[in-house]
């Protein structure tokens, strides 16, 4: 249909310009396909591989990985593949196995017999369009094979096996048209490939992968492409596992090593996609594309970790292994006085090593603590006619004064899995509104309206926080967080006299924790109601 629907706009006299649907139809293509010979000149020229690099420029990055994909893949979808052997009415491959002509069963309304000897797999009517059919068939069993114990025996692992298909079919349907092309081709392309060199990236190519190097935040251990040069907000799951899988190939092609910086972090960054989308399958062709370039399809690494002479760790780990459990181990029973941690690595493919240490630090922050995350903490007196936080930052309360507390998070990232920890100060106790007292102090998300505060028309960049109170501690937790400034608050009540700690509120990316921020710490008095 991109023919035809380019044809119809020129024949009204309109301008088709529609060039991210082009991209993903040329992915699917291949650079190498041609119109018919009958297409006009000027529809030809604006379904052309020339027209969509002129215009790389102005593609999303969805488009232009989509485009860098497509110059770096075999021109011709079929080129890695060898032939089929033609198809005979008197037998036959079906779902890859010999059938003879007496036992073929067509299901889809093709005809496996004269006149029209269709085999499975080929387009049999309709084509083109919407309503294109396929030659769906499968081999009948024979008499003595259906009474055959074995096949009764089998019935009801047939029977289990029902749910598991059923669950398969969102994810069937959640791939674009276009996108099952290019899994077949990208896996199909990345499974011959294997040891033999790839083409060297073009210089359209290359144009393409420094200006997602340009567009590439680096957060700790994770990378993704932003939506522009100027925008601090990822491109989206699909685009960044597309541009993800024009890195691997590029690299496999010998790209220079500036072009392809930071794409182990790129991998991170696009692995953490789940679900049945199309974004998840554009992340696992990206990660596949990646695991190949970087030799993890089959990798095989001895880590070894020691601390000066004394070995802490020695593990053997390969792509079939389960994923190795996290070591823990106390200070004092390192070696005196600490000495450097050394990682020996051999074998082949990529290890990913994350190491924390935990501690209480002598003394509280005087200044807030920014490592990726600005917080800022303030106490203020809850006004209980509107509800809301009103004058200046308190330092010390009456028993039994209802205070609000308010938590403000910057950050300069997206952030998955943010995580907003605040201790209480032993003069507080939190208000859990799920026991009847004091507000949500939620940040938004949910059906919230067009006009919340500071989200307007945006509303669907607030996260939606979900709120845990203990007696010691509030928590909130979102699972994503978008780049700019969020706040959360809490209600709590002065319930005991005395001078107190006020602990700093804490934020991180729970599954980075090297990615955080303290709020300052301070004190705060509980003093009597006069």
Same mark, same amino acid.
């Given at each position: 249909g991109l023919v035809e629907r380019v044809a119809e706009a020129h024949g009204h006299g309109r301008e088709w310009s529609d060039l991210p649907t082009l991209a993903v139809c040329r992915l699917a293509l291949g650079a190498a396909w041609q119109p018919p010979r009958a297409t006009p000149a000027a529809v030809a020229a604006k379904v052309s591989m020339a027209a969509l690099v002129a215009a790389a420029d102005e593609l999303p990055v969805f488009g232009q990985a989509a485009l860098a994909v497509t110059l770096l893949l075999p021109a011709d979808p079929a080129e890695p593949n060898p032939p089929a052997p033609p198809f005979s009415y008197e037998a036959g491959l079906i779902n890859g196995e010999f #059938?003879?002509?007496?036992?073929?069963?067509? %299901?889809?309304?093709?005809?496996?017999?004269?006149?029209?000897?269709?085999?499975?797999?080929v387009v049999c009517a309709n084509d083109g369009t919407r309503d294109e059919i396929t030659a769906l068939m499968t081999c009948a069993p024979t008499a003595a094979h259906a009474a055959h114990p074995a096949r009764a025996a089998l019935a009801p692992a047939r @029977? @289990? &096996?029902?749910?598991?298909?059923?669950?398969?079919?969102?994810?069937?349907?959640?791939?674009?048209?276009?996108?099952v092309p290019r899994l077949l081709r990208t896996l199909r392309a990345a499974d011959d490939?294997? =040891?033999?060199?790839?083409?060297?990236?073009?210089? +359209?190519?290359r144009r393409l992968l420094r200006a997602f190097q340009a567009q590439l935040r680096?957060?700790? $251990? /994770? !990378?993704?492409?932003?939506?522009?040069?100027?925008?601090?907000?990822?491109? *989206?799951?699909?685009?960044? =596992?597309?541009?993800?899988?024009?890195?691997?190939?590029?690299?496999?092609?010998g790209a220079a090593a500036h072009l392809v910086a930071n794409v182990d972090k790129l991998a991170g960054y696009v692995a953490?996609? *789940?679900?049945?989308? /199309?974004? !998840?399958? %554009?992340?696992?062709?990206?990660l596949a594309d %990646?695991?190949?370039?970087?030799?993890?399809?089959? +990798?095989?690494?001895a880590v070894t970790l020691t601390c000066g002479a004394q070995p802490l760790v020695s593990r053997a780990l390969s792509t079939s292994a389960p994923r190795p459990p996290a070591y823990r181990f106390e200070w004092d029973a390192l070696p005196p006085p600490p000495r450097?941690?050394?990682? &020996?690595?051999?074998?082949?493919?990529?290890?990913?090593?994350? &190491?924390? &240490?935990?501690?209480?630090?002598a003394a509280l922050p005087s200044q807030p603590v920014d490592r990726g995350i600005a917080v800022r903490k303030v106490v203020q007196r809850r006004d209980g006619a509107s509800g809301r936080a009103v004058g200046p930052p308190l330092q010390a309360v009456a028993l039994g004064t209802v205070v609000t507390v308010t938590i403000e998070v910057s950050t300069a990232d997206d952030l998955a899995n943010l995580l907003v920890e605040d201790w209480l100060p032993a003069g507080l106790e939190a208000l859990d509104p799920l026991a009847g007292g004091g507000s949500g102090g939620g940040g938004g998300g949910g059906d919230v309206p067009f006009d919340y505060p500071g989200c307007g028309s945006w509303w669907w $960049? #607030?996260? @939606?926080?979900?709120?845990?109170?203990?007696?010691?501690?509030? /928590?909130?937790?979102?699972?994503? !967080? %978008?780049? =700019? /400034?969020?706040?959360?608050?809490?209600?709590?009540?002065? @319930?005991?006299? =005395? $001078?107190?700690?006020?602990?700093?509120?804490r934020a991180e990316a729970a599954l980075q924790p090297e990615v955080l921020g303290l709020s300052a710490g301070g004190a705060l008095a509980v003093t009597d109601r006069h």
């Open positions: #059938c003879p002509k007496s036992r073929i069963v067509a %299901y889809s309304g093709c005809v496996p017999g004269p006149p029209h000897d269709d085999s499975e797999g @029977a @289990a &096996l029902a749910p598991a298909r059923a669950a398969l079919a969102p994810a069937r349907a959640a791939l674009a048209p276009a996108s490939a294997r =040891g033999v060199p790839a083409a060297a990236p073009s210089e +359209a190519v680096v957060t700790a $251990r /994770t !990378a993704y492409v932003a939506a522009s040069a100027s925008s601090a907000h990822s491109a *989206g799951q699909q685009a960044n =596992g597309l541009a993800l899988s024009a890195f691997a190939l590029a690299s496999r092609g953490r996609a *789940g679900g049945v989308s /199309t974004a !998840a399958a %554009y992340s696992g062709v990206g %990646y695991d190949v370039a970087a030799g993890n399809d089959d +990798a095989r690494v450097s941690l050394l990682f &020996l690595t051999s074998g082949v493919g990529e290890v990913s090593v994350a &190491l924390s &240490l935990a501690f209480v630090p $960049r #607030c996260p @939606a926080f979900q709120r845990q109170t203990r007696k010691e501690r509030v /928590t909130f937790y979102t699972a994503a !967080a %978008y780049a =700019g /400034t969020h706040s959360v608050s809490y209600d709590a009540i002065a @319930a005991t006299r =005395g $001078r107190f700690v006020l602990p700093p509120a």
